[in-house]
T-cell receptor
Framework: DSGVTQTPKHLITATGQRVTLRCSPR?????VYWYQQSLDQGLQFLIH???????AKGNILERFSAQQFPDLHSELNLSSLELGDSALYFC????????????????FGPGTRLTVL | DQQVKQNSPSLSVQEGRISILNCDYT??????FLWYKKYPAEGPTFLIS?????DKNEDGRFTVFLNKSAKHLSLHIVPSQPGDSAVYFC?????????????FGRGTQLTVWP
């Protein structure tokens, strides 16, 4: 158990719909990363939040958005869903060193499997 | 553009023998590398890492080797056990970047048979 929690575990929805995926980082971690894993693909970076602020964006579609709340949990919103959005969505968190730098290792949650029919 | 490549989608090894998983990268700015293990229906679990200032890092049965000139790293598991059967992902990072993101390969499915 990495300490990162994600809900729901599974999500089945229809094209055109909107869903929200939720992630709670490990206790004390300020960083949240979102990744997408499509069939037979590696994990593709979507977005990084640190202490409520967006730090970096990767291959995230305009139909997707995210935010990190004051309690540090994060939500990934996916709208106008298409069949190709079916994937595993992982979030990860990383701690800081005593010097304040982010630790390189990211700890992953169990993922949300999204199926768009 | 796949900057981290795992060219073997699968590897089958007998229990007790050595498993060698390979990974290549193209971006010379990468200076930190990680291996993750993933079981079905679970998230990736951190296994071992190596900084570019080293060429080897060992943790129990797991050893990672880095060849910077060849932009190649490998994970050795000795001896292999059936519980090691999982998908192994290689990941890389540019510590100098403020992005903090990891770049992942597509994974290698390791099967260890008795």
């Amino acid at each position: 158990d990495s300490g990162v929690t994600q809900t729901p575990k599974h999500l089945i929805t229809a094209t055109g719909q909107r869903v929200t995926l939720r992630c709670s980082p490990r206790s004390g971690d300020l960083s949240v990363y979102w990744y997408q894993q499509s069939l037979d693909q590696g994990l593709q970076f979507l977005i990084h939040y640190y202490n409520g602020e967006e730090r970096a964006k990767g291959n995230i579609l305009e139909r997707f958005s995210a935010q990190q709340f004051p309690d540090l949990h994060s939500e990934l919103n996916l709208s106008s869903l298409e069949l190709g959005d079916s994937a595993l969505y992982f979030c990860a968190s990383s701690p800081r060193t005593s010097g304040g730098a982010l630790v390189d290792t990211q700890y992953f949650g169990p993922g949300t499997r999204l199926t768009v029919l | 553009d796949q900057q981290v490549k795992q060219n073997s989608p699968s590897l089958s090894v007998q229990e007790g023998r050595i498993s060698i998983l390979n990974c290549d990268y193209t971006n010379s700015m990468f200076d930190y590398f990680l291996w993750y293990k993933k079981y079905p229906a679970e998230g990736p679990t951190f296994l071992i890492s190596i900084s570019s200032i080293k060429d080897k890092n060992e943790d129990g049965r797991f050893t990672v080797f880095l060849n910077k000139s060849a932009k190649h790293l490998s994970l050795h598991i000795v001896p292999s056990q059936p519980g090691d059967s999982a998908v192994y992902f290689c990941a890389a990072k540019n510590r100098g970047s403020t992005l903090g993101r990891l770049y992942f390969g597509r994974g290698t499915q390791l099967t260890v048979w008795p």
